[in-house]
């Protein structure tokens, strides 16, 4: 005879009730809450770790300019086209608004210094636009970018072409296109280039997301002093520093005195007024859009 063997039927389980359903998700909410934090956290770590990083292989390309050309570069300086332009009386008839003679002087000097051979006598196309009748101011984050990418970092806006390929290897004629080149003295990235204030000399920015402001770079010129002239730039989409970060109180003694300053205004894309900053003080509220700066005297942010 043929058994039959019958299986038991499990008893379907009901439904979750809406008391385990909301245990769920506030179960989920809670580990949510927890975890959100720490995982923006760690991610603006990792930001700012990745501009500080910047911050120290744009001081190696100084170095490196340096070491090629004995000076590091400066953060003001004026770039005549035309040859007579260095000549006139800047008081007079600056060839650009906002120079005068000190500036002249200085300019010729440090080109001198650089490239010995140059002849200030000769007219020039720097900007590659047809004419050779232009004059162009750089300020401080203006000259990182030119004195360590190169003179095809100044061109004119309308023709969208920038290439940081550092100078042309004729001393006498270093801001030529083509031909053998002298460095860049770090590798840029021309979808950080911008030109804020349309001057057709262009600044960088850092790679924080989002970033309008550029890179600030100030020169004590060798150690003979800041001059917070430099940091001047239009265009900016917040105050441009008006003193130097001084050590203590009695702002007597500048970070970097004999070297330069490198700052990035962090992820909100402001710089603030400057002023003092002693590295185990917290900033004031009144200046907290500095305390994301990141800057090459701090290691990091400001006011971690």
């Not at 770790?49 to 292989?57: C, D, F, P, R």
């Not at 940081?164 to 053998?180: E, Y």
């Not at 030109?195 to 402001?213: C, H, I, K, M, S």
């Not at 001047?232 to 330069?260: A, M, Q, R």
Request: with cysteine; net charge negative; glycine share 10%.
């Amino acid at each position: 005879m043929k058994r039959t063997v019958s299986r038991a039927t499990a008893a379907p389980r009901a439904a979750f009730t809406m008391i385990e359903l909301l245990v769920v998700i506030v179960v989920i909410a809670i580990l949510v809450a927890l975890l959100l934090p720490a995982v923006g956290g760690a991610r603006y770590r990792a930001r700012v770790a990745q501009v500080t990083t910047e911050i120290k292989n744009l001081e190696k390309g100084i170095a490196d300019f340096k070491l090629k050309f004995g000076t590091t570069p400066p953060s003001r300086i004026v770039l005549c086209e035309e040859g007579s332009d260095w000549n006139d009386n800047w008081d007079s008839t600056p060839p650009v608004t906002g120079v005068d003679n000190d500036d002249r002087r200085n300019s010729i000097a440090f080109i001198r210094q650089v490239w010995p051979q140059y002849d200030f006598s000769l007219d020039r196309d720097i900007n590659e636009d047809g004419d050779e009748d232009d004059a162009f101011l750089l300020t401080g984050p203006e000259c990182l970018l030119f004195f360590l990418g190169g003179s095809g970092v100044i061109v004119d806006t309308s023709m969208e072409t920038l290439v940081a390929d550092g100078f042309s290897a004729n001393p006498g004629n270093p801001f030529a296109s083509g031909g053998n080149r002298v460095g860049p003295f770090h590798e840029f990235d021309p979808a950080r280039m911008v030109d804020l204030d349309g001057d057709d000399a262009f600044e960088y920015l850092d790679p924080l997301p989002n970033q309008t402001t550029p890179i600030m770079y100030i020169s004590s010129d060798e150690g003979r002093g800041y001059d917070t002239a430099d940091l001047v730039l239009s265009g900016l989409p917040s105050p441009t520093l008006s003193k130097i970060y001084f050590i203590d109180s009695g702002e007597t003694e500048p970070h970097k005195p004999n070297s330069y300053q490198i700052i990035s205004p962090g992820i909100d894309g402001f710089f603030g007024e400057g002023g003092v900053w002693e590295s185990d003080n917290r900033l004031p509220v009144s200046r907290k859009e500095e305390w994301d700066n990141i800057a090459n005297f701090s290691g990091g942010i400001l006011t971690p």
